[in-house]
């Protein structure tokens, strides 16, 4: 509150007459009450004194850091928005923008709390005319210095591990055939960059990366470009759609895609972070809405993105190899992986199983019914996900040769490829799992183990809604309070009863909605129960497993969306004192939140939803191994 010049003027007037007030009691006998008299008017004076020498540069100190704070974010807002829509436009402008803005957050972040709990130190000052002049600075000192700690090891951090793996390192020497094929294709596509290093090995799928890796059992670090060729995959692929997958990979070295990838998810990954810390925190909680409008501005275009450099590669690799092959061995990958990935994640729970996995995972997928490849070109990609659908990926096929495509891929079954052309490499990579699996397997039965033994309680999330029945009450009131108006003031009958009726509509609505309110209080959400999901809409518990994908929004009211899987039929939709939609085709539930009661709120399920998902995996898994 800045003090005007009136207020000055009475300060000092009163100071004066403090003064003169003291000089009368040294005139008097000695005593304690002359003692308290002079005590009491020394600490008005020293107060009167603080506020003429101190209000006005506290005030205009916590006008300036507010006005400091109002500004960062409105600038922080429109750049942000405005460099969001830009960076849609090329690979280079999202890259550019992305960079830009992440390192204007961190001065952001930094002068957003830094100047609100200026602000709050000045009136702080002020209110207690300088009292606690020590304690405020000392509490100022230390929340300025704990979040500065705090953001910078969040924004700083990075992810120096070297990953391990294990494989056999491919060289010209011991299988110069597959090197051979490799640069023809880098002829082919007119290229000068080739893989620095090829690698066998099991599980991971095909794909190109410059990460350091630790590779076993040959304990080699490579570095550089490495070229990943994942044994379960080209175990049912042909020389030509192998030819193909590689082709799509290597662009992806000739256009620099790795380095602008590896440098945008490092940035994406301190971000989220970020916004994870800020979020834990109410002090902070401006700066976390900044951040998370920094990330849902900017994730549409990274999707994007991504998906260019897919289309990319797929459309460079047709020009010097058939699309039908191409389109094959994206198809296969497509209806294969559900099956490896689990095939992988059984094998390495069997200690007893020490033969090569390339075995299991063949007998395991033999057992599984492949999906319909017709059934995974309908299936429409969720919002999410970073990856392109399989219909955006063969786009670029003709319906006629769709057909084809899924006449050939009605029974997938291994090729001769991975043994005649990998032999040797296949042999090495037997010996070294023999060693490598029952050390693996016991490590994560015991990390099953610890995870399902954990204790799981039934939480029960209420709705609240008592604010939300005031307001829409006195809203109600308003409205009747005004028809009354209307119904006693106007003389005119015609246009009396025009406003009555009116505003009689408008009371009712609100007293209906105030109803509707009142019933919604206190009536059951959802409850997460050790089995699954219990939604007050439907007789049936949604088991753990059956939710695919599951995200919280939070817009003008938090959301927490549920896909589950295609398979999985949970009956009809029943009337519920909760706001919640399902979409039977889609397989989606969406549940609304306007309040709630307790401190869990509808944000906290995400994570509660993933440790009772990996709890029940967990058991599941072992019960399987079990067996």
């Known amino acids: 509150m800045y003090p005007s010049a009136h207020e000055l003027n009475n300060l ?248 602008l990838s590896e440098d945008i998810s490092q940035q994406v990954d301190k971000l989220i972070g970020t916004i994870t810390t800020l979020s834990d925190s109410k002090i902070l909680f401006p700066a976390y809405l900044l951040s998370n409008y920094f990330y849902n501005s900017f994730s549409k275009a990274i999707r994007k993105w991504n998906y260019s450099l897919i289309y990319k590669g797929d459309l460079q690799a047709i020009k010097v190899i058939p699309k039908e092959h191409l389109a094959l061995a994206i198809s296969k990958i497509y209806l294969l992986r559900t099956q490896i990935d689990q095939a992988l994640k059984n094998y390495y729970y069997k200690a007893h199983s020490t033969d090569l996995p390339l075995d299991y995972v063949n007998q395991y997928v033999a057992q599984t ?29 003709k319906y006629r040769e769709l057909n084809h495509l899924c006449g050939l891929l009605v029974s997938i079954s291994p090729t001769t490829l991975l043994r005649d052309l990998f032999n040797h490499e296949l042999n090495e990579l037997q010996t070294a799992y023999k060693v490598y699996v029952p050390k693996k397997a016991e490590e994560n039965i015991n990390q099953l183990k610890n995870i399902a033994n954990q204790h799981q309680e039934i939480i029960t999330i209420k709705q609240g809604g008592i604010i939300r029945l005031i307001m829409r009450v006195l809203i109600a009131s308003i409205f009747i309070l005004i028809t009354y108006a209307f119904y006693k003031g106007i003389s005119n009958d015609a246009d009396r009863l025009k406003a009555v009726i009116t505003f009689s509509a408008f009371s009712l609505y609100f007293l209906y909605r105030c109803y509707i309110m009142y019933r919604y209080i206190g009536s059951v959400l959802l409850t997460l129960k050790p089995q699954g999901l219990a939604l007050p809409c439907f007789d049936k518990i949604i088991p753990w497993e059956q939710i695919s994908l599951y995200y919280v929004k939070s817009n003008y009211h938090t959301q927490l969306e549920l896909f589950l899987c295609p398979n999985y039929q949970i009956g009809k939709i029943k009337p519920c004192y909760a706001d919640i939609i399902y979409n039977p085709q889609k397989k989606h539930i969406k549940i609304t939140a306007y309040e709630i009661r307790g401190k869990i709120k509808l944000a906290d399920c995400y994570h509660l939803i993933t440790e009772y998902k990996e709890i029940a995996e967990a058991k599941r898994e072992l019960q399987q191994y079990s067996q």
């Open 12 to 259: 000092e007037q009163q100071n004066i007459q403090l003064s003169l007030q003291l000089l009368e009691i040294d005139n008097q006998p000695e005593g304690h009450e002359k003692e308290s008299k002079i005590c009491k008017i020394s600490q008005e004076i020293k107060r009167n004194n603080f506020s003429l020498k101190y209000d006005r540069p506290f005030a205009l100190g916590g006008m300036l850091s507010g006005g400091i704070c109002l500004f960062s974010g409105i600038l922080a807002l429109f750049s942000i928005q405005r460099l969001g829509r830009q960076a849609g436009k090329s690979a280079k402008q999202l890259h550019a923008n992305f960079s830009k803005v992440s390192k204007k957050m961190r001065l952001i972040l930094l002068v957003l709390p830094t100047s609100l709990i200026l602000s709050f130190s000045c009136s702080l000052f002020i209110f207690t005319d300088g009292e606690r002049t020590i304690h405020i600075i000392g509490a100022l000192v230390i929340c300025i210095g704990l979040f500065i700690s705090d953001l910078n090891r969040n924004l700083t951090k990075h992810n120096n591990e070297i990953s391990e793996l294990n494989g056999i390192l491919i060289t010209p020497e011991t299988n110069p055939r597959i090197w051979k094929i490799v640069t023809q294709i880098a002829h082919k596509l007119e290229i000068n960059t080739i893989p620095n290093n090829i690698v066998l090995c099991i599980g991971g799928g095909i794909r190109v990366s410059e990460k350091e890796t630790f590779l076993y059992p040959e304990e080699i670090q490579l570095n550089g470009y490495t070229l990943y060729l994942d044994s379960t995959y080209i175990n049912y692929f042909t020389l030509p759609e192998l030819c193909s997958v590689i082709a799509h990979e290597l662009n992806h070295i000739a256009n620099n895609d790795l380095t």
């Open 369 to 397: 019914q492949t999906p319909l490849l017709r059934k995974l070109l309908e299936e429409p990609s969720s919002a999410c996900q970073t990856q392109p659908s399989l219909a955006r990926r063969l786009s670029c096929i």
